[in-house]
């Protein structure tokens, strides 16, 4: 056995292999020891405190939490801002500002026509009504597009992860008519935090952070011949709009809130009372080879 040096250690693992594997893996994964191997050395990293890290990670998979660290390090956001970036570079028209997809969505909801009402019934809220029209960036409608839209409850939760939440509650696909018109009824969601005493939050905790994040509704939406968007809206006066755990919120998706109570409009949009009313229009960008025309969903996350 040779007496290694730290960096012919750090060589020797980085070059043993003795099949090509997938290079690109293999790349990114040298460079991620490679810097775990200096945090270790400059910090001075003791046995326990590896073993407390390894341990915390083995928590991390068990909850299904790497999507909600992942968000909460800034990794979502940092694709988006790669994707806005290579926009800019590339001339290309922009469409509505994409927002993190998050660990919560969950695929294959309900789907309607036009319309749709995304509660269940089950819980007592400010009523809201959200209505407007895909468009892509030229301005014209994008007709059959799927508005693919989840928030939380009132608790907070989202249904498949909070078990007070009969599945799919707040999460419809809406296929937008003709005209690109899409209408949804439901609550007004309150904010979001990491579950507490979680992995995720046992670390916040230790970095003095929070793990809250606005208000907000989560949108994602594909239209033929269109790249599809992940996007979010945030509820204006939210205490965290502009301390988003995620890092998640950005200006121009920060609706304005409307309280309707002309009986009229109650009558027109078909609700018991006064509500809260959002207009919101969604710009795709047209799709082109040099776009991905699709988005991984995220796997089941706590
Ligand atoms: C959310 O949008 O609800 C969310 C995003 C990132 C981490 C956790 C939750
Ligand atoms: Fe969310």
């Not at 690109?180 to 046992?202: D, E, F």
């Not at 905790?205 to 269109?226: C, Q, T, Y």
């Amino acid at each position: 056995m040779p007496e290694y040096s730290v960096e012919q250690l750090l060589d020797h693992v980085n070059s043993s292999y003795s099949k090509p594997g997938n290079e690109r893996v293999r790349k990114i994964a040298e460079r991620m020891i490679c810097h775990i191997y200096s945090v270790i050395v400059d910090f001075n990293v003791s046995h326990a405190e590896l073993w407390s890290l390894f341990t915390w990670i083995n928590d991390l998979g068990t909850a299904k939490q790497a999507g909600l660290l992942g968000a909460g390090i800034g990794l979502e956001q940092l694709l988006d801002i790669l994707a806005d970036e290579a926009d800019k570079q590339a001339h290309r028209a922009k469409g509505t500002p994409r927002a993190i997809e998050g660990p919560l969505y969950i695929p294959n909801a309900p789907l309607s026509k036009h319309e749709a009402r995304l509660d269940d019934g089950s819980e007592k809220g400010e009523p809201l009504v959200m209505e407007g029209t895909v468009r892509d960036t030229q301005g014209k409608p994008v007709p059959h597009a799927i508005v693919d839209v989840w928030h939380a409850g009132q608790g907070g939760g989202y249904s498949f992860f909070d078990p007070s939440l009969q599945e799919f509650n707040y999460r419809r696909r809406i296929e937008t008519d003709e005209k690109g018109h899409y209408l949804s009824h439901s609550l007004l969601p309150p904010g979001y935090a990491v579950p507490p005493g979680s992995p995720t939050q046992q670390l916040l905790d230790v970095l003095g952070r929070h793990g809250n994040r606005p208000a907000h509704i989560h949108f994602m939406i594909s239209g033929k011949n269109h790249v599809p968007l992940t996007t979010q809206v945030n509820i204006p006066g939210d205490e965290y709009l502009n301390d988003d755990f995620a890092f998640a919120t950005r200006d121009a998706l920060v609706v304005e809130l409307h309280k309707i109570t002309d009986p009229k409009k109650i009558a027109q949009y078909r609700q018991n009372g006064p509500f809260t009313y959002i207009e919101f229009d969604f710009t795709l960008q047209v799709a082109d080879k040099e776009l991905p025309t699709n988005r991984q969903a995220a796997p089941e996350q706590e």
